[in-house]
């Protein structure tokens, strides 16, 4: 299986600040934002770059949900292999759900290791 089940997920609420030290942390460059546990848009090092880019003081009070971008596609574990691909095309990742439980996610790096 390609996907991986540590997903980190960052929620509306949280500091964009905070959001960073975690991906530098865990070595990911995007986090999937929940919002009253459920799914509702992505934040990506790219959305966090280009926020700061103009005013880096800003970051200091920047919430996630003020710069999240939208939600990943969301599939189920049965998902073939095309449509993965398809799906990465056009978005950094792909959460993997299971009667509407992430259990996983799957990003290109995933796939690319699979080749």
């Known amino acids: 299986a390609i996907m991986n089940k540590k997903v980190v997920f960052a929620h509306?609420?949280?500091?964009v600040k905070e959001i960073i030290q975690t991906m530098n942390k865990k070595g990911i460059s995007q986090m999937p934002v929940l919002s009253?546990?459920?799914?509702?848009?992505?934040?990506?090092?790219?959305?966090?770059?280009?926020?700061?880019?103009?005013?880096?003081?800003?970051?200091?009070?920047?919430t996630v949900e003020e710069i999240m971008e939208d939600t990943p596609p969301i599939v189920s574990t049965k998902t073939g292999w095309k449509v993965l691909i398809e799906f990465l095309?056009?978005?950094?990742?792909?959460?993997?759900?299971?009667?509407?439980?992430?259990?996983?996610?799957?990003?290109?790096?995933?796939?690319?290791?699979?080749?």
């Open 89 to 115: 095309k056009d978005s950094p990742l792909i959460l993997v759900a299971e009667k509407g439980e992430i259990k996983g996610i799957i990003s290109k790096t995933d796939v690319l290791d699979k080749i």
């Open 12 to 15: 509306v609420k949280d500091k």
């Open 36 to 62: 009253k546990e459920k799914v509702c848009g992505l934040i990506t090092e790219g959305a966090i770059l280009r926020t700061i880019m103009d005013n880096p003081e800003r970051v200091n009070h920047l």
